[in-house]
Structure formats: structure tokens, C-alpha cells
């Protein structure tokens, strides 16, 4: 062999080794980032059977307390943001201010025994912590998944493929500032 036709092979060798490195990393990254988009399904499915309860337990309490109309008006218009949110950051920001709404009518429901004795309400607070847990665990797997995407996007030589193909750093699904602190009990 020529020394010409080993450089050619030599050249072609390094070309196709490169082709083969942009495609692994291209199909990685494509990958990680339906995992995170399927996390992200999750909490949003979350979310929406969250809010979907939520009109039956602010009807149950409107039936016991008329008259504590703001409460319940701002769980209701919470309710709607959530629903109108886009994105990790505003899905984050909304459930916050649900969960805050949520616990004022909390605070309303202790000032009605009958209310708290109610099968349906009792059902149906059941069923709000239950997808309470399910949104911490989806919450949880989601912020991994966005962890494992974006160490990757960041990683050399991965980093230049994610750049050449428009691959960016996924936001993560952050606690609101609220949940930090440990709620006050009082009898």
C-alpha cells in the first residue's frame, strides 16, 4: 500500500469515528430530553387531577361555609392560574399559590367540626394528599431527569453537539420560597 491510500484510510478512519461520536451523542441527548419531557408529563398530569379535585372540595366547604366567599374565591382563581400556566417555572410559581390558597381554606375548614366529620370532604382530602405525594415523587424524578439532561449538555465534548443541534439546559421545577419553612400549629 501507498503511503497516500494509508493517509486516505487514516482520514476516512478519524472522519467516520467523529461521525460515529456526533451520532452517539446526538441520540443521547435526544433521548434524555424525552425523559425529561416525560417526567414534566407527569407533574403536569399531577397537577391537573390536583385541579381537578379542588372544585369538588371548594364545593364542599361552600355548602358548609357560605360564608367564607374570599377563601374560596382565591382557591378558585389559584386554580385557574395553575391551569393557564406554561412552563416549569410559572407551573411552579401557580402551584405555589395553590398550595397557599389551599391551606387558607384548611385554616377555614377547623372553624367547621361538622364539615371535618363530612364523608365527602374526608374523601376528598384523602384523595388531595394522595396526589399531593404523587406530585412529590413526579417532582422528584422530574428535577433528576433535568439534572442527568443538563450535566450532559454541559459535559464536553458532548457540550459542542448539544450546541451545534439547539439543545438547552432544562429548567427545574422548584419549591416556592414558602414551602421552606415549617408551618405554625396552633390548638
Known amino acids: ?52 379535585l379542588i372544585p369538588n372540595l371548594v364545593n364542599t366547604v361552600k355548602g358548609f361555609a357560605a360564608q367564607e366567599k374570599s377563601v374560596i374565591d382565591s382557591v378558585t382563581n389559584a386554580r385557574a392560574k395553575l391551569a393557564g400556566a406554561q412552563g416549569p417555572a410559572a407551573r411552579g410559581e401557580a402551584n405555589a399559590e395553590l398550595s397557599s390558597a ?21 374523601g376528598l382530602m384523602d384523595e388531595l394528599s394522595g396526589t399531593e405525594n404523587r406530585i412529590a415523587v413526579a417532582r422528584r424524578d422530574y428535577n433528576q431527569a433535568v439534572q442527568s439532561f443538563n450535566t450532559r449538555v454541559k459535559s464536553f465534548p458532548t457540550s459542542i453537539i448539544a450546541g451545534m443541534f439547539g439543545f438547552a439546559q432544562k429548567e427545574y421545577f422548584r419549591a416556592d420560597e414558602g414551602a421552606k419553612q415549617v408551618p405554625a400549629v396552633k390548638f
Open 1 to 52: 500500500m501507498s503511503k497516500s491510500t494509508i493517509v486516505l484510510i487514516a482520514i476516512v478512519a478519524v472522519v467516520g469515528l467523529f461521525g460515529l461520536t456526533l451520532m452517539s451523542s446526538y441520540n443521547g441527548l435526544v433521548a434524555e430530553q424525552e425523559q425529561v419531557n416525560g417526567k414534566w408529563s407527569q407533574i403536569d398530569t399531577m397537577l391537573q387531577r390536583r385541579a381537578d
Open 102 to 122: 389551599l391551606s387558607r381554606l384548611l385554616v377555614v375548614v377547623e372553624n367547621y367540626p361538622q364539615l371535618k366529620s363530612d364523608r365527602t370532604f374526608i
